[in-house]
């Protein structure tokens, strides 16, 4: 191969990997960013898709340039010479891809020794995934809900943990992914930066509600978000004081239990605003039983189903999560508020 051969190579493995990157860098891989991970994130896959394109170049490049001058004759029946390698190209191969892997590896190293910097001043949320539903818990504010609010512009810190199976924490818009680990506590930063209404997608197929083990996700101004802490009967800006004063009545209580313990992920139940349905609907199954009936399909659920359900669907570890006022409570508020129901 002669020197100008080699430059006329190189220039078309360069100008296919601007054509090939041009493209490529036009299609919206990931959507909607919404934090400040998600720049970073979508910065680092330009530069892997450009360097992918340059190696895809180098690869179509030498095909094309092989099949174009190697190829035989007409009439040419002859085996080619014997090749005892090349010294030169072999380091070439070598050099190249171990430099391009290395730089990836650095760079990417970079970017998520950045994005998992705490800061001081981050918001704290206890994030609890079971099948087939997520809790949130605000520590410092002492607030728990089943909908994931957050302040815009502050990084949250969500310390995850699963009460029976892998499951994994997901906002799209955010890019950053964590898997909740049974026995195995994790957790993630991440720093939304456009305020409006998402999704927590589980992203681990934990069981037969996993497509469905969703959370919405409201990332509102710091004062949109302390006047719903506020709403909640929380402390905005931590203390920890709880909520003073209010009345828990039975419907409450049984409500906070039947979301907290992940009852609304499964079930459809209206004095709860539930309306899953991967369990049987609690206002059509429960009129006309008793309250030992219920403590019994909450504790042991495969006693007795409920007919169209099979055995092994809901955890049967909820006389150990339930303490037994919490059991009692959510038993009268079943009880209570399916009986009244025809
Ligand atoms: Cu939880 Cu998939």
Redesign the pocket.
Known sequence: MTRATLIRLVAAMLVLTAVISVVMLQIDWNGVAGSTEADDVDTLLDVMIVLSAFVYSIVLVMLGYSIWRYRAKPGDESDGEPIHGNTRIEIAWTLIPTVIVLFGAAYSWFILDKIEAREADRLEVDVT?Q??AWHFEYPEENVTSTVLHVPVDRQAEFSLEALDVI?SFWVPEWRVKKDAVPGQPTSMVATPDREGNFELI?T???GVG?ST?RAPVIVESPEEFDKWIQDQGGKPGGGGAAAGGAENTLAAEGKQIFDAQGCSGCHTLKAAGATETIGPDLDEVLPGKDPDFIRTSIVDPDAELAPGFQQGIMPDNFGDALSPEELDTLVKFLSQSTQGEK
């Open positions: 995934a099948q087939f499951h589980c681990e197929l934990c996993h083990m």
